[in-house]
């Protein structure tokens, strides 16, 4: 699946609690791999696509990130039209 | 390998001097610094290539035009300050600075040097001054070049792992001028350094085995010196050919030598000992205790270098994980391939696994039905395209501002658009 078909889709919990849209893809550089460890979520951060209100300066240590929280992807049971995650309040 | 390095370092500079491309600059920067070495005098190639790398000092006004914070500049100094925290990527560097500071083809140049200028006892004093001088400002500029960096790129996020990026430092505080002298500094610095290292290795060769050697020597005299120093470049051509980032062959070359060094060091220190060979210029103990407190330290630097570099796999700190936004800090962003040539932007990027525990980026996906995702523009901008351009994201070097490809764009099949327009706009009168 392509990142920007990922982009925009609803998150809803397995008991029907929606949490907004996939905003972006939390990934993992590491070895030379693009891990994707989890999905930045919640009210559309328009800003923050361009950068308004992150953290970091963008560097080779210091990557933009979005600066609110993030749900793991152990969260993620399914990505179908919608992203399914478990019922938790483990979002770290 | 070092020739090989400092060669790929010639043809970069003279790239970014005259816009031609970099594998034809290849074979002409061979070309050049093989008739320098032909027909230029011992003296005069120490002259040349010596005087015109002292443009090199540009740097030096420039780290202070560019008023560094001098606290920050000694911050500098603490382990783990400036590399995202790591202890070993900093004594990586550490490893990487002091080996290129005493590589070992160095002391041979220089000691058969002496022997070509016929230096006497007459000439200590000279020596003197030379070493400590020349040691001195080649510390001094690299101190520069660190504070520029320092001072320009990092607060930027700006890596400056391309040989041309450090001397836009100078065109940032000088202008055009400022670039010029730079690039013409790191011209004959480096080129002067790849017939350092070619000679070195003929040098080598011809007092190992007992031939006639020197440039002091017509060639035909000296014919296997000829030749020995002939092949090195030769040998290094061939090399840099294979597409090799010649950055990283000096990192690797480097590090290879500081492992060399000790084996160079020790015999100087038993020769400096030895009354048949030094007579009364034999070493005092002041000498021999900073000459064994030297060995200790390049012995250190020695069992280190290795190890240092397979942990922080070169100094690129891979090992450390670097958390990133996908959409936010890759998507879009400008693409650069291994030659330091803008080929195109992320336009999207093919994640895999995502019915799994451990998904991850596969592939970037350039131009070309790339957009169809991306909303209406996107849509009819996909279907006027033809089919995108699939880079493997083991085809990245490094994620910064920008996205740093391992090759070069022809290689990976990008930036076919400015070559298909090219024949077109090659046509207009001026335009090549």
């Known amino acids: 699946m392509r990142l920007s078909e990922l982009l925009n889709r609803e998150v809803v919990t397995e008991s029907g609690e929606r949490l907004g849209r996939v905003h972006d893809v939390r990934g993992e550089l590491v070895g030379g791999r693009l891990r994707v460890i989890g999905l930045v979520a919640g009210r559309r951060g328009i800003l923050e696509r361009y950068g308004v209100g992150t953290h970091g300066s963008g560097g080779p240590s210091q990557a933009k990130v979005h600066g609110h929280p993030i749900l793991p992807w152990e969260r993620v049971v399914r990505v179908g039209s919608e992203v399914v995650v478990r019922d938790s309040d483990a979002r770290r | ?432």
């Open chain 2, 1 to 432: 390998m070092t020739c090989a390095a400092e060669i790929g370092g010639v043809a970069i500079c003279l790239q970014l001097l005259s816009g031609l491309p970099y594998r034809l600059l290849i074979p002409l920067a061979v070309l050049g610094l093989a008739v320098s070495s032909w027909v230029l005098p011992f003296k005069w190639i120490e002259r040349v290539f010596g005087y015109l790398g002292l443009c090199l000092l540009v740097f030096a006004v420039a780290a202070i035009k560019l008023h560094p914070r001098w606290s920050q500049v000694a911050h500098g100094f603490v382990p783990g300050s400036h590399s995202g925290g790591s202890l070993l990527v900093y004594l990586y560097f550490v490893v990487v600075l002091l080996g290129a500071a005493m590589t070992p083809y160095e002391v041979y140049f220089y000691s058969s040097g002496v022997v070509e200028d016929r230096w006497g006892h007459k000439d200590l004093g000279l020596n003197k001054v030379t070493a400590i001088i020349g040691y001195a400002l080649g510390g001094f500029l690299s101190f520069a070049l660190m504070i520029v960096a320092g001072v320009l790129f990092l607060p930027r996020g700006i890596s400056p792992q391309f040989l041309g990026t450090p001397a836009l430092a100078a065109e940032h505080v000088f202008g055009q001028v400022g670039l010029v002298l730079a690039l013409v500094g790191i011209l004959f610095a480096v080129g002067g350094a790849a017939i350092e290292t070619s000679f070195a290795g003929a040098y080598n060769l011809a007092q190992f085995f007992g031939w006639r050697w020197g440039k002091k020597e017509r060639p035909a005299n000296a014919s296997r010196f000829t030749l020995s120093w002939l092949m090195i470049f030769a040998l290094a051509l061939l090399v840099v050919l294979t597409g090799f980032d010649p950055v990283k062959l000096t990192e690797y070359s480097v590090i290879f030598s500081v492992v060399a060094l000790p084996l160079t060091y020790l015999p100087i220190l038993l020769v400096a000992n030895d009354r048949a060979y030094m007579g009364a210029e034999v070493n005092g103990r002041l000498a021999n205790f900073l000459g064994v407190l030297y060995f200790i330290l390049i012995l250190v630097i020695a069992v280190a270098a290795i190890p240092l570099m397979l942990l922080t796999k070169g100094g690129a700190g891979m090992s450390k994980v670097t958390d990133v936004d996908i959409a936010l800090s890759i998507l879009d962003h400008q693409l650069v391939d291994g030659d330091g040539q803008n080929c195109g932007k992320v336009d999207d990027l093919e994640i895999a696994g995502l019915d799994g525990d451990s998904p991850e980026v596969a592939q970037i996906l350039v131009g070309g039905n790339a957009w169809r995702f991306r909303g209406l523009l996107g849509r009819l901008a996909a279907r006027l395209s033809g089919s995108a351009v699939h880079v493997p994201w083991s085809e990245v070097r490094s994620v910064t501002s920008v996205v740093t490809l391992k090759r070069p764009a022809t290689e990976l099949r990008l930036n076919r658009g400015d070559a298909r327009w090219g024949r077109l706009v090659g046509k207009v009168p001026g335009s090549r």
